[in-house]
């Protein structure tokens, strides 16, 4: 998970400006809910709904530095694959403006679309050999609910998020954020649809900060 | 009063009687027919308007269930949609609407039918979605999804979300002015993924309408207070109205029926609730059927056992009259017999008394003719006998005293006899029963008949063992042995003989005494009282020596009879009643 998360970072650094570029660091460990289920050793995870709230199962989170960061002129596309009647990956953080691309790797026709009020789109039913890949520009921040109305149990989540800032935590609920620009920011900690923390923290640039999210 | 006339009175009160008796029994009859069949109308109409009721009812919720089923289906198509989930789940209110557009088109289609035709029963007027917490969603485009006035929308409303299919009627207020009812289904949208109840859809329809089979059958829907009954007539509706609040005010069940006075006839009113256990108001099919038919079919039968009932009392008052006649003949019969009856008793109770009182005179009359005799006789003797003492008489004067002296000492022995008859006669003859020596008695007197001057030559045979007793007073019981062997020496012949034999036979004594000499000549009877022998004899009695000598006999519990009579020789039997313990044994 961590190799993951640091390629992320590497990935995101690479096209950021080099005035943003920061030295800080933020790590720490967020309190993650208590699975019910063992540990899962796979790399899948999906999401379940419980009492109307959206999660991840098993839980992780999100932790991303918030703020008034200036738009990136282009940013890397991204994308959610439909496989076995899931998408993966069923939690995809981005910033605003990312496209998504939803290519469609069953056998069987997609139809993804999204009722959600941070993006409303729909994107009719499709074949795998679909061309161009249906894609969606996410422009406003918020968490958008991938349905898809040929399968009803199909549920993704999109986090769209006003900074590049973001990172998503392991299964224990570790994170790690570097490369900050230092300043005066709002950490916050994305646990479910209903969930975020959110902590203010001072970065300066050179050193490490540690915020637990309880 | 004669008899006849008693008779016919008697008859004529036996017949009243019957008859009103009969008349008694046929009203009951009648009136208890009258009572049964006014029961059975009753309940037989109530129990046939019941069983249509329940069978219109039947149909019409077997309708209402294909209408069910069918919502089901679709609506749990519905909920299973992923664009109805977004909308509710995602806050996509907005979209809910439209998304449901395309699954509910078909059924909000098309020209919407008159609501006679029921077979239409699938098209919907309009449909709500409840949010969570069972207000309305207010669609964006009413016109999509049926419009409503916000008072009925109100009533599509729920405390909560039900978790299964619930009906309801709700009042509109047509623009017309009208009121209508509408039937509306609730039906809840599960969470695919929880299983949660996160909506419901409610569907408003055409109530369906009981089928107007039976004739001047009205039927309508009670719910929110108000009843809904379009074809009864306006003024009726409020008389009704009220009953129909006050029964189910007063009564916790689903379903009864009543009868009720409204449009000026009797009716009968059912109700059934409509949707028990709903989230909704209550809501009660109301029907009611006019009991005119019943009535008519009631006046009909009165007039059949009305009828019926004259008839039995028509056949009963003939009936009646026949009995008694039929009845009144043995009795006739029975009261002539019992007076003539009567009048034969009369007669031979005095015919009985008279004789009674001609007895008792007759025995008097010999009693005291005895006594009055016995006097003048002794007065006789004994002048007879001083005569007799005298002397210087004549021998021959002599003589002739001494036969005269003779003839009064006979006729004191026939007044005394003629007493003692008088006295058995009066039955006033009371004997002291003792043993007697009957042996002695009897050689007692056949020494006296030795001893007596003027005896024949007569041969005597004893054949009896000394000392043979018996029970009797001894003075008549001589009496009976003298009078049998005087009358054996009496009416024998010179130079014959006599016989006498006595012992014991069972449990008394008999004595019989024979003698020679003429016979009695067959079919004279010798007992009889004052009897001359037909057959001129010297030697004649009075005539009731034997017939006391019976009389005494019979009197000490024996008899006295001829045994024979014939060839010169003739013999009597006298049995006595044996001395208990006394005679050896024969």
């Known amino acids: 998970m961590r190799l993951r998360g640091l390629l992320w970072l590497n990935a995101i650094s690479s096209v950021l400006p080099a005035a943003l570029l920061g030295s800080a660091t933020v790590e720490g460990r967020v309190e993650l809910p208590k699975s019910r289920s063992a540990p899962v050793q796979a790399k899948r995870y999906e999401i379940v709904t419980k009492g109307g709230v959206l999660s991840t199962q098993p839980p992780l989170a ?71 890949i249906p894609s969606v520009i996410f422009d406003k921040p918020g968490l958008i609910t991938l349905r898809c109305d040929i399968h009803e149990h199909m549920r993704g989540l999109i986090l769209v998020l006003n900074t590049p800032y973001f990172v998503m935590t392991d299964t224990a609920g570790r994170f790690r954020l570097d490369k900050l620009p230092p300043g005066h920011y709002t950490l916050k900690a994305w646990i479910d649809s209903r969930t975020t923390k959110e902590k203010a923290v001072d970065v300066k640039n050179g050193q490490t900060l540690h915020v637990d999210f309880p | 009063m004669s008899f006849v006339e008693t008779r016919d009175k008697g008859v004529a009160r036996f017949r009243t009687r019957l008859f009103t008796t009969m008349m008694i029994v046929v009203a009951t009859l009648t009136a208890l027919g009258f009572y049964l069949a006014q029961r059975k109308v009753t309940a037989d109409a109530e129990r046939n308007l019941q069983q249509i009721f329940q069978n219109e009812l039947s149909s019409l919720h077997k309708l209402e269930e294909l209408r069910h089923a069918a919502l089901a289906d679709r609506c749990n198509a519905l909920a299973a949609k992923s664009r109805i989930h977004a909308a509710i789940e995602d806050n996509a209110i907005d979209l809910l609407y439209p998304s449901a557009k395309d699954e509910l088109r078909d059924l909000m289609e098309g020209e919407e039918p008159p609501p006679a035709q029921a077979a239409q029963w ?63 289904i609730a039906v809840p949208i599960f969470s695919t993924d929880t299983g949660e109840v996160i909506s419901a859809l409610v569907i408003g329809f055409n109530p369906l309408e009981l089928e107007n089979k039976h004739t001047g059958m009205q039927s309508g829907i009670w719910t929110h207070g108000q009843l809904h009954l379009p074809a009864f007539p306006t003024a009726s509706q409020t008389t009704l109205k009220g009953k129909v609040a006050d029964a189910l005010a007063n009564s916790d069940q689903d379903e009864n ?330």
């Not at chain 2, 009906?167 to 509408?182: F, K, M, W």
């Not at chain 2, 009113?269 to 989230?279: E, M």
């Open chain 2, 257 to 586: 029926y009543f009868r009720v006075d409204a449009g000026g006839a009797p009716q009968l009113l059912f109700y059934k609730r409509l949707n028990p256990g709903s989230l909704f108001p209550r809501a009660y099919e109301i029907c009611v059927y006019p009991l005119s038919y019943s009535l008519e079919e009631l006046r009909r039968l009165r007039w059949q056992v009305g009828g019926a009932g004259a008839l039995l009392l028509l056949g009963g008052f003939i009936a009646s009259h026949l009995i008694a006649l039929r009845f009144s003949a043995p009795v006739k019969k029975l009261a002539l017999d019992s007076e003539e009856n009567r009048a034969k008793r009369r007669r031979a109770e005095a015919a009985l008394a008279s004789t009674a009182e001609e007895l008792e005179r007759s025995t008097r009359y010999s009693a005291d003719a005895s006594h009055q005799l016995k006097s003048p006789v002794t007065v006789l003797r004994v002048g007879l006998e001083s005569l007799l003492d005298r002397e210087g008489f004549r021998p021959e004067i002599y003589e002739e005293l001494s036969g005269l002296l003779h003839q009064t000492h006979r006729l004191t022995g026939v007044i005394e006899d003629l007493l003692l008859l008088s006295q058995l006669d009066a039955g006033h003859l009371q004997i002291a029963s003792t043993p007697v020596n009957l042996s002695q008695l009897v050689d007692e007197w056949l020494d006296d008949l030795g001893a007596l001057p003027d005896s024949p030559d007569v041969k005597i045979e004893k054949e009896f063992p000394p000392g043979l007793f018996v029970a009797g007073e001894k003075r008549y019981t001589s009496l009976v042995v003298q009078n049998l062997l005087e009358n054996a020496r009496k009416y024998n012949r010179p130079g014959g003989r006599i016989r006498v034999s006595a012992g014991a036979n069972g449990g008394g004594v008999v004595l019989t005494v024979g003698n020679t000499g003429c016979a009695i000549a067959p079919g004279e009877n010798i007992f009889e009282r004052f009897h001359h022998s037909s057959t001129p004899s010297p030697a004649s009695g009075h005539g009731i020596g034997l017939n006391l000598a019976r009389e005494l006999a019979r009197l000490h519990g024996g008899d006295l009879r001829l045994v024979r009579s014939e060839n010169d020789w003739t013999e009597f039997e006298v049995r006595f009643s044996g001395a208990n313990g006394v005679n050896p044994v024969a």
């Open chain 1, 62 to 132: 999100v932790v991303y530095l918030d703020g008034a960061f200036p738009r990136p002129a282009s940013l890397p596309t991204k994308e959610v694959r439909q496989k076995d009647l899931t998408f993966i990956p069923a939690l995809l953080p981005i910033e605003a403006g990312t496209k998504v691309e939803f290519p469609n790797l069953d056998d069987t026709y997609h139809n993804i679309f999204s009722y959600s009020p941070a993006k409303r789109f729909d994107l009719g039913r499709y074949r795998p050999e679909e061309r161009p």
């Open chain 2, 122 to 184: 699938l098209h919907a007027k309009f449909y709500r979605f409840l949010d969570s917490a069972g207000a309305v969603i207010k669609p964006l485009n009413p016109y999509d999804v049926g419009e409503l006035n916000g008072d009925t929308e109100a009533q599509l409303a729920l405390s909560e979300l039900p978790d299964k299919q619930q009906i309801g009627y709700v009042l509109e207020n047509t623009q017309a002015g009208d009121r209508a009812i509408d039937e509306v």
